[in-house]
C-alpha cells in the first residue's frame, strides 16, 4: 500500500512538473510526457485541479493553478523575493513618498500583501501586510491575472477603497507574473500627470525586480 501511494504521489508531482514546465499542456501530451495512460493522467490532473494545483482553460489545455503559483510566489518571499524587492521598494518611496507594497496570489481570488514600505508623508496608507483583497476589484489583482496594458502597468481609482488609488505592475519570474508591485495613494493627492510619472517609475521598479528573478529586459 506504501508503494502503490508513493508511486501516485510521484505520478501527480510529474504531471504537475509537466505543466509547470510546459505553462500550458493538454491531457495527451501530459499522459506521453509522463509515460501514463490517458485515463490515470486524467484522474490525477483531475486531482491536482480540485486542490487548485493546475486548472483547465477554456481550450481543455492544463496550466498552473493559482495554489502553485502561490506557494511559489511564498517560497520567493521567504527566500528571495522580499528582499530583492526592498531596494527598488525604498527607492518608490524616496521618489514619490507615497506607500509600496509587495503583494502575490491568495486563496480564493484574492491577492494578500507580502511586504510594504510606509511613505513620508503625514497622510498616507496604513499598513496592510497580511491582509487579502479581491483580485477581480484591484490593481494588484489585474496584474497577478496578466492584466496589463501596452504602458506596463495598472491603475485603479476608488477600488478596494472610495478614497485610494493604486497603481501596481507585474514582477515576473521568467515569462511567468509572480508578484504585483503597487503604489498605493490618497485620490485627493494624486493629478493625471502624477499617475503617468508614478506608472513609468513603477513599472522600472518592478522590471528591475524581475531581472534578479531571472528577467532580462529592463525597459528604457
Same mark, same amino acid.
Given at each position: ?135 477581480? *476589484?484591484?490593481?494588484?489583482? $489585474?496584474?497577478? %491575472?496578466?492584466?496589463?496594458? =501596452? &504602458?506596463?502597468? @495598472?491603475?485603479?481609482?476608488? !477600488? ?31 493629478? *493625471?500627470?502624477?499617475?503617468? $510619472?508614478?506608472? %513609468?517609475?513603477?513599472?522600472? =521598479? &518592478?522590471?528591475? @525586480?524581475?531581472?534578479?528573478? !531571472? ?6
Amino acid at each position: 500500500m506504501a508503494e502503490s501511494s508513493t508511486r501516485t504521489v510521484e505520478r501527480a508531482l510529474s504531471l504537475l512538473a509537466i505543466v509547470c514546465d510546459q505553462g500550458s499542456a493538454t491531457l495527451g501530451h501530459c499522459a506521453r510526457a509522463a509515460d501514463l495512460p490517458a485515463s490515470t493522467a486524467l484522474r490525477l490532473l483531475r486531482t491536482l485541479e480540485g486542490s487548485g494545483f493546475v486548472r483547465k482553460d477554456d481550450d481543455g489545455n492544463y496550466r498552473p493553478g493559482s495554489r502553485i503559483i502561490q506557494l511559489g510566489a511564498q517560497s520567493l518571499s521567504n527566500e528571495s523575493l522580499v528582499s530583492l524587492s526592498r531596494e527598488s521598494m525604498e527607492a518608490l518611496v524616496a521618489e514619490t513618498g507615497e506607500s509600496v507594497y509587495l503583494s502575490v496570489e491568495g486563496h480564493g481570488g484574492t491577492a494578500i500583501y507580502i511586504a510594504m514600505i510606509e511613505g513620508t508623508h503625514s497622510v498616507r496608507h496604513t499598513n496592510w501586510v497580511g491582509r487579502t483583497i479581491p483580485l477581480s *476589484e484591484s490593481a494588484a489583482g $489585474r496584474v497577478l %491575472h496578466n492584466d496589463v496594458p =501596452a &504602458a506596463g502597468y @495598472v491603475v485603479v481609482e476608488r !477600488g478596494i477603497e472610495a478614497d485610494v488609488t493604486a497603481i501596481a505592475a507585474p514582477i515576473r519570474s521568467e515569462t511567468k507574473v509572480v508578484a504585483a508591485l503597487s503604489l498605493v495613494i490618497p485620490s485627493y493627492r494624486v493629478a *493625471e500627470h502624477d499617475i503617468d $510619472r508614478y506608472g %513609468h517609475q513603477l513599472a522600472l =521598479a &518592478a522590471e528591475v @525586480v524581475s531581472s534578479g528573478l !531571472g528577467r532580462s529586459t529592463i525597459s528604457a
